[in-house]
């Protein structure tokens, strides 16, 4: 398994998965997010809700922040820490960040005790994560550039070359453009862009 970087890239989920476990009649149903705000988990959370409205109990946890600086647990009435840390644990087990994990509960009758709850939420997060795909994303860095409408073909060249996204562009007689690129990079695109005659930037 991949450490996360301490650099300019953290690893992360390419999509939403789930997953289900049966424990003595009690049904655990585990939902993995990728997540980029506290609204994304608010809306995930919403809708489960809604969905599984009759549930006995929705227990989640989050991580968020390209070092997972924030984070939260959420028990939902089960016994403290018996179900919102061991799914957090799972989410850190696995070195991502911006992830949410939910667990869904239908109680069915006998109870499983701490430990068994303990359980029960480490494993049915772990599934839905395992059902998923890791991926590596990149901290990225935006620049706001003005240049005259000659320099054109040099800064499409450079855009080309280290593989940049252009996120706005307005063409006139002097040109702006801001670029989006990976925080490693900012160093080589500042460099190659001074490089351009004419060529000013906007932000630092």
Request: net charge negative.
């Amino acid at each position: 398994m991949e450490e996360m970087s301490d650099e300019d890239s953290f690893l992360t989920l390419s999509r939403s998965s789930e997953a289900i476990l049966k424990d003595r009649g009690s049904k655990f149903l585990g939902y993995a997010f990728p997540v980029k705000s506290e609204d994304e988990i608010k809306t995930h959370l919403q809708e489960l809700k809604k969905k599984y409205y009759d549930a006995t109990h929705h227990c989640y946890a989050w991580i968020q922040g390209r070092n997972g600086e924030q984070f939260r647990a959420n028990d939902d009435g089960e016994p403290n820490h018996s179900a919102g840390d061991p799914i957090l644990g799972q989410i850190k087990s696995f070195n991502l960040t911006n992830t949410l994990v939910v667990v869904v509960r239908y109680y069915g009758g006998t109870k499983l005790g701490v430990s068994g709850l303990i359980q029960a939420y480490k494993t049915s997060a772990a599934m839905a994560l395992e059902a998923n795909e890791i991926i590596r994303e990149f901290v990225q860095s935006e620049i706001e550039i003005e240049f005259p409408y000659p320099s054109m073909n040099e800064v499409m060249k450079l855009v080309k070359k280290l593989d940049l996204e252009i996120i706005t562009q307005t063409m006139e007689l002097n040109c702006r453009f801001t670029l989006q690129f990976r925080e490693g990079l900012k160093e080589e695109v500042v460099t190659r862009l001074e490089e351009i005659e004419n060529l000013v930037f906007l932000t630092d």
